[in-house]
């Protein structure tokens, strides 16, 4: 008897446990949306650009890009897309439009 009220106890802490630690990651998740990222160059909060439906971070000051999971790949397809109507070169536009210092 002893021993299924000691499973039936640890099971009741590891479901409590388990909640606290979803409620703390969906906090810090939270609170990781509500910042603007810093960029890993200068360490100054990055803008946010539109570039064919994809929104990618961009360093104000040294005009860096990142990208995100998956982020390049949506680009590619778009721009691909797009090439194959205007025969346009993709690349060249993704580079002109971000290097480009506001």
């Known amino acids: 008897m002893s021993n299924s ?9 590891d479901l409590f446990f388990e909640k606290q630690n979803l409620e703390a990651l969906k906090k810090i998740q939270e609170a990781r949306e509500n910042q603007p990222r810093k960029s890993p160059i200068t360490g100054e909060p990055m803008e946010q650009v539109a570039f064919h439906g994809v929104i990618i971070d961009r360093c104000k000051t040294s005009g860096g890009i990142w990208l995100d999971a998956g982020e390049l ?12 109507e205007s025969k346009g070169d ?3 536009g993704l580079f002109g439009t971000l290097s480009s210092k506001k």
């Open 5 to 13: 009220w000691d499973e039936m106890k640890r099971a009741k802490e």
């Open 73 to 84: 790949e949506k680009i590619m397809a778009s721009a691909n897309q797009e090439t194959k």
């Open 90 to 92: 993709w690349l060249s």
